[in-house]
C-alpha cells in the first residue's frame, strides 16, 4: 500500500472481546490484523470485573505489547485500538484507547471515525467546567456521557450518542459492561462475532479470520448493542434511514479478505478493475498494479482485457511507514525506497499501470519515472476510483482541498503532470457498479468524489480542511 507517501491515509481499527479468559491476547491479535488501519499508536484495556487496566504507546502492535507488557493484562473482557491521527494529532496523551476513572467507576473508549462538531462540543462542554486530557475528537463522548443526567448507563450513553454528528464506530468497556455503538449513517465498518461462548466485535471481519471467530453480523447504524453478564441487548440511539458506508473502505483502506456490508472487498476491487477495462479499453503489452491495494483491481483489468498481468513493481516490504515523517520531501524519498521497476517484466513493453486513487499527484509522477526508467516504452496510468476532488471529513486524512490535484485539475492537466502516456480514471457510475449498486449512489458515502456529504459540515472544519495552514 502506497497510501502513506502518497497523501491518503487510513483512519483507525477497534477490536473488542467479552467473555474470554484470553481477551487481552486474542485482541492483540486482533489489533495485528488490522495493523493497516493504523501504525501511529495502540492500546488494549481490559476489566476483570472489578477495575480496568490498560497499556498503550506509540508504535506497531508487536513494538508496544511485549511479553512483559501482556503479563499485566489479565481479565475476561478486553478493548482495543490502531490509530493513525486525524483530528487531535499525535501524540502520547491521545493514543486510545482512553481510559477515564472517577468515583463511580471507570470508562475506556475506543473510536474510529471523525466528529465533524466536536469543536462546538468542546466549546461548550469548557464553559461548563470539563478539562480536556487529550486534543482527540474521541474523548468528547466520555464528556457528554458523564454529564448526562440519567441515572442508568445505557440511556446516558445513547443521550450523549444522540449529541454527535460525523463518523463513529465506538468501543465503550466499563468493569462490567461492553457497549459498541455505530453512527446513524454507518460510515465506518464495524461487525459482530463470536468465539465459543465469547463475543467479538472488529473493524473488520479479517480479524475474526486470524482468531477464529465466527461472523455473527453487521452493527447497524444508529444502534447500540450492549454485551454484559446478561448477553446482548440491541437497543438504538437514532433511527435514520440514510445509510452511507464510506466507498473508499472497498477502494483502499479495508484488507481485500475483509468483508463488508457482506461485500468482499477483493471482489469488488476486482469488479472495479474489469469495469475500468471496459471503459478504457488500452492496447498494451502488460498490466502491473501497484502494490498492495491495487493488485485486485489490476487483476480484473488484465482478465477482462485480455492481457498478461505481471509483477511490474515490486514493494520493499522492509521499509518503515514513511508518511509518519513530517516532510512531504521524506515522503517522496519512500517512494522509491518501497518500489522498484522490474526490467525484465517492463523493458520494452507498453505498461498499464492500475492504482487505487491519485490524491497528490508525487507519487504517481514518480511510479511512472520508475517504469519508464527501467524500460518502458509507454505507460498507461488507470485508477479504479473517481478523482478524489474533496477532502474527507469523517476520519481518512484525505488533505486540504488545495493538496487535492484533482480539485482543481483536469485529467488532462493531471496526466501531464505525473508523466503518464495516458490516463483514466474509473467512473463514479462504474465504482457504483462494482459495488453492486445499479442505480445512484444510494448507501455509500462518495463525498470525496462528489462533494456530497451525508452529514452537516460545521463551518470550522471546513475552515480547516479547505484552507492551508
Not at 443526567?149 to 443521550?159: A, I, P, R
Not at 473502505?249 to 479478505?257: A, L, M, Q, T
Not at 524519498?333 to 492504482?355: C, P, T, W, Y
Amino acid at each position: 500500500m502506497l497510501a502513506e507517501i502518497k497523501g491518503l491515509n487510513e483512519e483507525c481499527g477497534v477490536f473488542g472481546v467479552w467473555g474470554h479468559k484470553d481477551a487481552a491476547q486474542l485482541t492483540y491479535y486482533g489489533l495485528h490484523a488490522l495493523q493497516h488501519r493504523g501504525q501511529e499508536g495502540t492500546g488494549i484495556v481490559v476489566s476483570d470485573g472489578k477495575s480496568l487496566t490498560c497499556v498503550k504507546g506509540e508504535g506497531l502492535v508487536t513494538e508496544i505489547f511485549t511479553a512483559d507488557r501482556m503479563e499485566e493484562l489479565t481479565g475476561t473482557t478486553a478493548i482495543g485500538h490502531v490509530r493513525y491521527a486525524t483530528a487531535g494529532g499525535g501524540g502520547y496523551e491521545n493514543v486510545q484507547p482512553l481510559l477515564f476513572r472517577s468515583q463511580s467507576g471507570s470508562l475506556a473508549l475506543a473510536h474510529n471515525g471523525n466528529l465533524v462538531n466536536a469543536n462546538s462540543l468542546k466549546h461548550q462542554l469548557e464553559t461548563q467546567g470539563s478539562i480536556f486530557q487529550t486534543s482527540s475528537d474521541s474523548e468528547v463522548l466520555a464528556h457528554l456521557i458523564r454529564r448526562s443526567g440519567f441515572s442508568n448507563m445505557s440511556d446516558k450513553v445513547k443521550n450523549a450518542l444522540s449529541m454527535l454528528k460525523g463518523a463513529y464506530a465506538y468501543l465503550i468497556l466499563t468493569e462490567n459492561e461492553l457497549m459498541v455503538a455505530l453512527d446513524p449513517h454507518g460510515l465506518r465498518p464495524l461487525s459482530l462475532g463470536c468465539l465459543g461462548d465469547a463475543y467479538v466485535v472488529a473493524s473488520e471481519t479479517c480479524a475474526f479470520d486470524v482468531i477464529g471467530a465466527e461472523y455473527i453480523r453487521d452493527i447497524l447504524p444508529g444502534e447500540l448493542l450492549i454485551i454484559n453478564e446478561k448477553g446482548l441487548t440491541s437497543e438504538r440511539f437514532s433511527h435514520s434511514s440514510t445509510k452511507a458506508i464510506c466507498t473508499m473502505e472497498y477502494v483502499y483502506f479495508s484488507r481485500p479478505d475483509s468483508n463488508i456490508q457482506g461485500i468482499n472487498v477483493h471482489t469488488a476491487r476486482k469488479n472495479m478493475g474489469k469495469i475500468l477495462a471496459l471503459e478504457a479499453p488500452i492496447d498494451a503489452d502488460v498490466v502491473t498494479g501497484v502494490p498492495d491495494s491495487s493488485i485486485s483491481a489490476a487483476i480484473g483489468y488484465a482478465e477482462e482485457a485480455g492481457i498478461p498481468y505481471e509483477m511490474g513493481l515490486i514493494k520493499n516490504k522492509y521499509v518503515g511507514r514513511t508518511f509518519i515523517q513530517p516532510s512531504q520531501s521524506l515522503r517522496e524519498q519512500g517512494v522509491k525506497m518501497k518500489l522498484s521497476a522490474v526490467r525484465g517484466v517492463v523493458e520494452g513493453k507498453r505498461v498499464i499501470m492500475v492504482d487505487d486513487s491519485i490524491v497528490r499527484g508525487t507519487t504517481s509522477k514518480r511510479i511512472v519515472n520508475l517504469l519508464k526508467e527501467a524500460g518502458a516504452t509507454e505507460v498507461h496510468v488507470v485508477i479504479s476510483s473517481p478523482p478524489i476532488k474533496n477532502p474527507c471529513f469523517y476520519g481518512i486524512d484525505t488533505s486540504t482541498k488545495e493538496e487535492l490535484i484533482a480539485s482543481d485539475k483536469s485529467v488532462e492537466e493531471i496526466r501531464q503532470i505525473i508523466g503518464a502516456d495516458s490516463l483514466t480514471f474509473l467512473s463514479l457510475e462504474g465504482m457504483m457498479k462494482a459495488l453492486g449498486q445499479t442505480e445512484g449512489t444510494q448507501g455509500f458515502c462518495t463525498g470525496c468524489f462528489t462533494g456530497d456529504y451525508p452529514t452537516e459540515i460545521y463551518s470550522d472544519t471546513l475552515q480547516y480542511y479547505y484552507q492551508k495552514g
